[in-house]
């Protein structure tokens, strides 16, 4: 198969086993650390001549290192033995870029198989102008992927005393390297197999290259606009003025085939006729036109390109094609892209000032990172953010996404100093594995608000197993939101509410709302929307309360909230809310103000400055101020600077709300996800790869096997045997009762809809009957009765439901909820994206409506809460090592009484081969 091991296409480098890799075909994207990229694949017997210039590209210093001796030339022979390989006992991969002369390669890297299969020497090469950048790591992760998969557990590596570089690699992957000397040679050993810290290295390095992918194009230091037009009002000449009007603090250059100035700028008929470095080019031209021009970018030496131009996958047809192919040129050589079919780029940095859309406005400079997926909706989101004073670092509208995508811009903005907010509109998520890996890093530090819009058209799948069928793709969305601790909003006016409250105020420690208001109506409405939305109005501390009282006039109102009444002056905002914020019962602060006769607006409007200015710099401060005319300039002229204003007692409700809810989740444990151990991975992998031998679609596992993968992963199940109806008492007496039989048949996956399982069988007389009945039962059908699974009879408990179903873009799912034969009905369930932490399980479960169930509603007996939750995270340590994995379901799972456990009385696993999985 060919797989993508890179930044470009996810793969899930947590698995503990690799699934088998065609290594002859091996092909990926990779991202270095300098933001470029470059194409990892297996060397083929046609890099003959490619091998050779690699060899020839080799300064004398890295010749040395590699043969350990200066090595002059290879040999024909050489030459076909290091291309022709088997991979199997020799593996070879290269990173190749493309220029003007073709495919060569930067680097290579192979491992040799010894009489010991399970070891294998490695060796590396980069040529001497792209050393120091990266490759070697990139090649050595590649490298141990495919030996992981061919059974390969170590790798051993002699190296130089002074081969610092061929070291340092080494050192940095996270593997546990053991390390000898002798006569000046450092022999080096480590497993191949993924450690904490090897995922760690290899996910830092990915997120900085990401980063300083990003960087590339939202810093340049010159930027050239293929398309430029002395005519502002086209795209070509949009850009130019934009660029020029903005002030970017590097040079400019048009490329206009037409002789003469552009816009007053020098111009140049072709982009290689400019003569000087170039980082970032602009391409606005008809669609036919892009590709040569990005040969002829990749040819001048540019970093990256922005094509703004339409006419790409979005119109489908030969626009598919015609995208694929500008992406594989960018890729291959060397350069990022971004679009096409987008806005462009803005970055406000007074170093960079650069704005390369055809915007007709600018924003103001600011703290909140903006990515948008589309370009028409770009400029009114622009547009928007200026009306409401919201300032930008930097606006991203990348289009189709058909190379840096919402991940860059994550990476990148995780680590800018000028960005204090990430902003996201989302059409699709992308590569969600990557985005909740790198959105729960960056949430940490920096609050991602995100409208995803599409929840109307949430389709399910077509499935056949309760886990499969409950997931729709906005469900889907909204889980892998929510273990990242991204903000996600219903509309885009939700959006920028909160985006004004993240980006100027601080984060509620808790969910506690103070209100000081000049009217009762609205105080009433901001009360009911609080409540709504999981904040709560507690009475304030009896000392704020006597405090208030001594000023405010006897018809004040002074629970909470406190009302000034309508002839409140300015003084007496300014007291109120500085006694309101100061309570130890009040987390956050909210104040209403309607315009009365007897009160100027601006006096108030600095009455209300003045006191947020004496409230906790840890407690938010928003205003609700209704008017027509909006907020005066004096609410943010006081000492705490600028204080969010809202027109409706809602919107103010709902920005605090979400503010609360990722203070809640930015608080709370990282968590841990499970590993099994390596016995239990074993004995899992047995059955699965024994089960797909020789498979090429789809396979249910027999009773007998899903009870040995459930057993080795921790999993509690009934006990059970299958057998026949003619020994059936037989088995009956084995296992003691009380028994339930069940009919296993071909396709028969829901056994209830057909009267498929008999509870309350007590003697072996009552098996006998049952599994005659169940016999007649599936004759009925038309389908033949397999067998009969006797198990145990399980009494009381409180019936659950947990399983896992793959989705074509998410990947694995894990789904758990209120269980039995209403499920699809009742449809209590959560999902959780792949790895599931010990908090992720007891978040799932506290996100039920049937949570309050397991700690005993009304009377009835309480359940094993942590029992349930540590089988979630037992499914989720299965899902990592059985990639095949396409449906697994655990209905009912009866949860026990505390301490007693949880046991899954009724299961169901379907696997297939996994290129068919991942296809």
Not at 117 to 130: G, L, Q
Not at 234 to 261: M, S
Not at 538 to 549: E, G, H, I, K
Not at 716 to 738: D, H, M
Request: with cysteine; charged share 20%.
């Amino acid at each position: 198969m060919r797989l993508s091991a890179s930044s470009r296409l996810d793969y899930n480098h947590r698995m503990d086993h690799e699934v088998a890799i065609d290594a002859a075909c091996y092909q990926a994207e990779e991202i270095l650390r300098d933001g470029s990229s470059i194409h990892v694949r297996a060397i083929r017997p046609d890099d003959g001549e490619r091998l050779l210039a690699h060899f020839n590209g080799l300064g004398q210093q890295s010749n040395y290192f590699r043969f350990f001796g200066f090595r002059r030339s290879l040999s024909d022979a050489e030459v076909v033995r290091l291309t022709r390989l088997d991979f199997d006992g020799h593996v070879g991969l290269a990173a190749t870029l493309k220029d003007a002369g073709g495919e060569r390669f930067i680097g290579v890297a192979r491992y040799i198989r010894g009489a010991e299969r399970s070891r294998a020497e490695v060796a590396f090469a980069v040529i001497d102008e792209h050393q120091g950048r990266g490759i070697g790591t990139v090649l050595l992760e590649h490298l141990g992927r495919v030996a992981r998969s061919a059974g390969v557990t170590e790798f051993e590596a002699d190296v130089l005393g002074d081969n610092n570089r061929m070291i340092e690699v080494f050192a940095k992957t996270g593997f546990k390297v053991r390390r000898s000397t002798q006569a000046g040679v450092i022999h080096v050993s480590f497993p191949t197999e993924e450690t904490a810290q090897s995922i760690e290295a290899n996910s830092a390095r990915e997120r900085s290259a990401r980063a300083q992918s990003a960087a590339g194009i939202l810093r340049p230091r010159s930027v050239a606009v293929i398309g430029a037009s002395r005519d502002r009002a086209k795209l070509g000449g949009a850009i130019v003025a934009n660029l020029i009007r903005f002030g970017f603090t590097g040079p400019v250059y048009p490329i206009n085939p037409a002789p003469g100035d552009v816009q007053g700028l020098a111009s140049y008929a072709a982009i290689g006729a400019v003569g000087a470095p170039i980082d970032l080019a602009v391409i606005a031209i008809p669609a036919e036109a892009v590709e040569h021009e990005i040969v002829e970018c990749a040819r001048a030496g540019v970093h990256a390109v922005i094509v703004i131009s339409a006419g790409f996958a979005e119109v489908a047809g030969q626009g598919v094609a015609r995208e694929r192919r500008i992406r594989d040129l960018v890729r291959r050589s060397g350069m990022r892209l971004v679009g096409p079919n987008c806005m462009g780029v803005i970055n406000t940095d007074p170093a960079v000032r650069l704005n390369a859309t055809f915007a007709p406005v600018d924003p103001p400079s600011g703290n909140i990172g903006m990515f948008s997926q589309s370009g028409a909706l770009g400029i009114a989101i622009l547009d928007h953010a200026r009306r409401r004073s919201l300032g930008l670092s930097a606006f991203v509208s990348a289009g189709n996404r058909a190379d840096l995508s919402n991940n860059d811009l994550l990476a990148y903005w995780a680590d800018d100093p000028r960005t204090a907010v990430i902003v996201l509109y989302l059409e699709s998520v992308g590569n969600p594995q990557m985005f909740g890996r790198l959105a729960r890093e960056v949430a940490r530090r920096k609050p991602i608000v995100a409208v995803k819009s599409g929840r109307s058209a949430a389709v399910r799948r077509t499935a056949r197993s309760h886990s499969a069928s409950l997931a729709s793709l906005d469900i889907v969305v909204d889980a892998l939101f929510e273990q990242a601790g991204v903000i996600r909003t219903e509309t885009l006016e939700q959006l920028f509410d909160i985006a004004a409250l993240l980006s100027i105020q601080p984060v509620p420690a808790g969910a506690r709302v103070g209100v000081v208001t000049n009217a009762g109506a609205p105080a009433i409405l901001l009360g009911d929307a609080c409540e709504a939305h999981g904040l709560q109005l507690p009475p304030l501390d009896q000392a704020t309360v006597s405090q208030l009282r001594a000023y405010l006039p006897e018809s004040a109102g002074l629970a909470n909230p406190v009302d000034l009444t309508a002839g409140a002056s300015a003084e007496d905002y300014a007291r109120s809310i500085a006694a309101v914020g100061n309570d130890p019962n009040i987390d956050a602060l909210v104040t209403v103000y309607i315009p009365p006769i007897v009160t100027n607006s601006r006096d108030a409007a600095a009455g209300i400055a003045r006191g947020a200015a004496a409230v906790p710099a840890h407690k938010p401060v928003l205003t609700v101020f209704i008017s027509t005319a909006g907020a005066p300039a004096e609410l943010n002229q006081g000492a705490r600077g600028a204080i969010p204003a809202y027109n409706f007692p809602e919107n103010a409700a709902i920005a605090l709300a979400a503010a609360a809810r990722y203070g809640r989740w930015r608080a709370r444990p990282r968590g841990e996800a499970l590993t099994l151990s390596r016995f239990a991975r074993e004995t899992v992998r047995a059955v699965i790869d024994r089960v797909l031998t020789g498979a090429d679609g789809p396979r249910w596992l027999s009773p007998a096997d899903l009870n040995t993968v459930l057993r080795a992963a921790g999993i509690e199940i009934a006990q059970a045997e299958q057998t026949t109806v003619g020994e059936a008492r037989e088995v009956a007496e084995r296992l003691g009762y009380p028994l339930v039989a069940k009919a296993i048949a071909p396709g028969l996956v829901h056994k209830s809809d057909v009267g498929g399982v008999i509870l309350g069988l007590t003697s072996a007389d009552a098996v006998a009957a049952a599994a005659r009945l169940l016999q007649e039962r599936i004759s009925a059908t038309g389908a033949t009765l397999d067998g009969v699974l006797l198990q145990r009879e399980i009494s009381g408990g409180i019936e659950m439901m947990a399983g896992v179903t793959s989705d074509p873009t998410f990947g694995p799912l894990l789904v758990a909820g209120l269980g039995g034969t209403m499920v699809e009905l009742i449809r209590d369930v959560a999902f959780r994206l792949q790895p599931v932490t010990d908090v992720d399980a007891d978040d799932l479960l506290a996100s039920l409506r049937s949570s309050r169930m397991l700690d005993g509603y009304r009377g009835a007996p309480a359940g094993d809460r942590a029992a349930f939750a540590a089988l979630l995270t037992r499914l989720s340590a299965l899902v990592e090592i059985v990639p095949e994995l396409t449906e697994l379901d655990l209905n009912p799972v009866k949860v026990l009484a505390p301490g007693s456990g949880a046991i899954a009385v009724d299961s169901q696993m379907r696997v297939r081969p996994v290129a068919a999985a991942r296809d």
